[in-house]
């Protein structure tokens, strides 16, 4: 495929997701993350490879424009890797948890490509976070692809990314947790703070 096809069938596919996305999910998101905003909760945001990377620019974006308290385990590189050594990858996102006393005023948004699947192997270390969060009552969200997995089998709310292109997944996935999550703290219902460039006149 040339250069010029790929890029429109890129943008081409962008619109069928956003078409497609579901609303209501993203809905039910900003509902739970408001009940979070109100009873001042914490909101932890996992993700790992590239969504970990987008987890910290929204716990960014969650703190400073929607004036939640917010975290990524994956932000601090001495205690992921610490915890990966000494207690091992699978472990690594509950343990963490645990030692942030995550309870029931609290909330998960796990960015994913896949949401986990204890069974055949992948991101069990979401899984069991996950697992470690319905046991104390936490609300659990996603922005996740493919059919969501795990995420989208306990979670509360969850925006499934629609796979429309079986050889961009990964990229369009992880790019829509970004516009997705931009919509939410940028949103008149989640918005606290004025961002800076819509404030300068």
């Known amino acids: 495929m040339e250069l010029e096809d790929y890029i429109n069938t890129y943008f081409k596919d962008c619109v069928e997701i956003i078409n497609q996305i579901d609303r209501e999910q993203i809905t039910k998101i900003a509902t739970i993350l408001k009940k979070i905003q109100t009873r001042q ?19 960014n ?3 400073k424009i929607a004036g939640i308290e917010s975290y990524a385990p994956t932000d ?3 205690e992921l890797t610490a915890r990966v050594n000494d207690d ?4 690594v996102f509950i343990n ?12 998960i948004i796990v960015f994913s ?3 986990g699947n204890a069974e055949k192997n992948v991101s069990v270390n979401l899984v069991r976070a996950l697992q470690y969060a319905k046991e104390v009552g936490a609300s659990i969200m996603g922005i996740v692809g493919r059919d969501g997995g795990y995420t989208a089998m306990v979670a509360d709310a969850c925006v499934i990314i629609p796979p429309v292109n079986d050889e961009t ?3 369009q996935t992880e790019a829509f947790q970004a516009v997705i999550w931009h919509l939410l703290v940028s949103s008149p219902e989640m918005r606290k703070f004025e961002m800076k460039w819509e404030s300068t006149k």
Do not use: M, Q, Y
């Open 41 to 59: 909760g914490r909101l932890f945001i996992l993700g790992v490879g590239g969504s970990a990377g987008n987890a910290s620019h929204a716990v």
């Open 169 to 171: 997944i990964t990229p």
């Open 76 to 78: 601090n590189v001495s």
């Open 61 to 63: 974006d969650f703190r």
């Open 88 to 91: 091992g990858w699978e472990t």
């Open 96 to 107: 963490w948890l645990k030692g942030s006393r995550l309870n029931s005023k609290d909330g």
């Open 113 to 115: 490509v896949g949401g």
